[in-house]
């Protein structure tokens, strides 16, 4: 033990929580990129573009490194699963063998294909060829994406088993792979990757606008990107209001926690801001009439379920409010930059590309947009407290009890630290000694084409 007031249970939600938020930018990257390469590629065969197929060339070649990585951090989680949670795995494991099982296979599935369409690029003529050898890649990275939301669905909202004095019996594999929370949550994970990296894409292309770097490839890369980014923000949208009526059915103290929803009521407000004196009496916020009710359960009058039915040892901490408001404002902000863009470029269509306040704003968009992956995460893993397995087994319960918890912390930091400098330095100068004006130039791509 290399640190005072050594805690097993504390080290392994700290490390776990490193992990995975670690983990969840290279993860995120990997499930939303594909599809865009895949888009790319695709609008280019169809009107035979050379700007939209060096997009896809492009964008493929950066993928690979964040795929490495992903690789890493993927692994590592599925070992501290065993190491920091043998309690946990000891009582679910049966339950959730399947999907982490099928979570591998996809990500095989995914990496073969990969392999296979880097290395075929302008080895057949008929180009639909090539892009039918990156399906399977997109297929891989959602599947794989997908496989793994569901272990997170059942611990949410555990399924097909019987429980029998804190043990799991009877387990149906598929009946745990089809959890309430399933539906919501992996549709809600696969959009906003998706969402995330057509803003991080679309930031590239408007930092190049910002520098001078007036090609029509960056404008066509910027159109893409945020015409994506703008429908994909479109289906979170209605994504996220059923996501808000499954945590009413199933989930009502994590909904009451996040709204400082103390006593139940019908036509309950929604709270933002605010802070709660001691008397838990909201003060300063903002409350928005009806509308916590109607998010609910799509009744302006429905009842919601308060804080104080629920006991106190299985409340989540109040903190997640602000997680909650913080998470709806970087949405907020997502919603105005893709809207302004869409309405200039119909309205205006070269100021799209040229207005520098929008540019910029493009570009802000793009970390915020990571950061409101981040906190969705955080919210929904420390609104499950206090328990690991929902209704079944708590965080405290499921934890190793073992001594080095703290070593681990420090060696997975390490690794992550060097991972992660290692991975920007690696992409930042394989696209900065490569720019794509000299690539076009070599490729005999002239600035009309495909016009």
Known sequence: MLLSGYDPVMYSRILTSFTLAFHIIYATIGVGVPLMIALAEWIGIRRNDPHYLLLARRWARGFVITVAVGVVTGTAIGLQLSLLWPSFMRVAGQSIALPLFMETFAFFFEAIFLGIYLYTWDRFKNRMIHFWLL??????????AFFITIVNAFMNAPAGVTVVDGAITDISPFGAMLSPAMPTKVSHVLITAYTTCAFALAAIAAYSLLKGRNHVYHKKALKLTMVSAFVFLIGSAVIGDLSGKYLASYQPEKLAAMEWHFETSTQAPLVLGGILDENNEIKYGLKIPFALSILAHGNPNSEVTGLNDIPDDEQPPLWIHYLFDIKMGFVALMVLISSAFMLVLW????????????LWGIVLAAPVSMLTIEHGWIFAEVGRQPWILHGIMKTSEGATVSDHVDTMLIVFTALYVVLGFTSVRVLIKMFKTNHVEDEMKARGIEEGDGQ
């Open 347 to 358: 309205r205006k269509r070269q100021l799209a590309f040229t207005n520098k306040w929008l």
């Open 135 to 144: 399906v399977p890649v997109v297929i891989g990275s959602s599947g794989s």
